[in-house]
């Protein structure tokens, strides 16, 4: 019963969402969005893409500049974010609003809404209530047997005392 009203639950869920992804998704890619304000497209070569981010080092000496590799036919950026979790970061923002290309192409297939909404397209079938089973003549499932636990056994204690 509350697998059935999980999918009914996420299914009319599901239904109220506008676009591509879900509305969690879309906060990542809103906050990588403003998070790539704050970066520079430095080389834009033939391999990858030099990104300079002066947000992210705490270290006085570079005064909070660090440098990124992003690859946009691989997916990947040296931050490791967008490798990891599937959604462009930040650099790889800068460069693909530079470049004017649409962030939901590069977003992981696993976050489109049709891949949701086809994870619970199957139908649960409904299982009858215990007195119901046909019973099958094999031996009641009993616990297990208690047994010794190794080292030193606890002090039993007098409640009185």
Not at 21 to 47: A, H, Y
Request: proline fraction near 7%; charge should be positive; hydrophobic fraction near 30%.
């Amino acid at each position: 019963m509350c697998v059935a009203r999980t999918v009914v639950r996420r299914e009319f869920g599901s239904a109220k969402f506008v676009g591509e992804f879900g509305p969690k998704i879309w906060t990542k890619i809103v906050r990588n969005r403003e998070g790539s304000k704050k970066c520079k497209l430095l080389w834009p070569g033939g391999v990858g893409y030099e990104v300079e981010d002066y947000l992210n080092s705490k270290n006085k000496v570079d005064s909070g500049r660090n440098t990124y590799i992003v690859h946009l036919e691989d997916r990947k950026c040296t931050c490791g974010y967008w490798d990891i979790s599937g959604i462009p970061c930040k650099h790889a923002m800068t460069v693909l609003s530079l470049k004017k290309l649409r962030v939901e192409e590069y977003v992981s297939d696993w976050y489109k809404l049709s891949r949701f909404r086809a994870s619970y397209a199957y139908e649960v079938p409904i299982v009858e209530g215990m007195n119901q089973w046909t019973p099958t003549g094999m031996p009641a499932i009993q616990p297990p047997t208690p047994w010794k636990t190794p080292g030193r056994p606890k002090r039993k204690r007098n409640p009185e005392e």
